[in-house]
């Protein structure tokens, strides 16, 4: 099966400042790459995806990048905001049709008002 | 439309008791999915479905049956809880051609 490490597990930044979360892959044939983003005491909610024939995808202050090549994804958040207080999960597809997610272990980020 | 649902929101077991956790979605989802949460490990998959009548084993299939008789829901079933079960279970729904998943607002589960 797949197997996703995610880095760093806390993460704490000034508002207005950057986050970056990375994560890695096992399965090369995976070809999806979802952020799943989760308030305390909530359901995890699709924030950003990308697929593996594109290289960066950007959604206002969220962007993911993929290196194939390397195996890894990354989540950056810009101009961060309380509101981006959360844990974010990253995921990896995988099985006959992709149609499995390998979820990361999760990143407590805090912004620091 | 309430997307996808969870039955019950809360509920304490003690060890050996059964019961059935009960997901439902009218957004017309193909695949359905059964995750555990437990702290510091994200969600590991137990098992899921591609379709009305199909069920499959996931990441962490022990002590745990499945059925999905009716394409709308999906349930999961616990015959001899255990304290290993304690755990938040969500579950989710997909639709054929697109990736996203859409998560139920989850169910703790307490197995004393």
């Known amino acids: 099966g797949e197997n996703v490490e995610q880095h760093p597990s806390t993460l704490s930044v000034q508002e207005g400042d950057s986050a970056v979360i990375k994560c890695t892959y096992s399965?090369?044939?995976?070809?999806?790459f979802p952020w799943y983003k989760q308030e305390l005491g909530k359901r995890p909610q699709l924030i950003i995806d990308i697929r593996s024939n594109v290289g960066e995808k950007k959604d206002q202050r969220i962007a993911v990048t993929l290196n194939k090549t390397a195996k890894h994804f990354s989540l950056h958040i810009t101009e961060t905001q309380p509101e981006d207080s959360a844990v974010y999960f990253c995921a990896a597809s995988f099985g006959f049709g992709n149609e499995k997610l390998t979820f990361g272990t999760g990143t407590r980020l805090t912004i620091i008002p | 439309n309430a997307g996808v649902t969870q039955t019950p929101k809360f509920r304490v077991l003690k060890t050996g008791q059964s019961m059935t956790l009960l997901c439902a979605q009218d957004m017309n989802h193909e695949y359905m999915y059964w995750y555990r949460q437990d702290p510091g490990m994200g969600l590991r998959l137990i098992h899921y479905?591609?379709?009305?009548?199909?069920?499959a084993k996931g990441e962490v299939p022990d002590g745990y049956n499945v059925s999905r008789l009716k394409k709308q829901n999906f349930l999961l079933g616990l015959e001899s809880a255990a304290p290993s079960q304690t755990s938040v279970y969500f579950c989710?729904?997909?639709?054929?051609?697109?990736?996203?998943?859409?998560f139920g607002p989850g169910t703790r589960l307490t197995v004393l």
């Open positions: 989710a729904g997909r639709s054929g051609g697109h990736n996203e998943q859409f």
């Open positions: 399965d090369s044939a995976s070809n999806y």
């Open positions: 479905s591609v379709g009305e009548g199909t069920t």
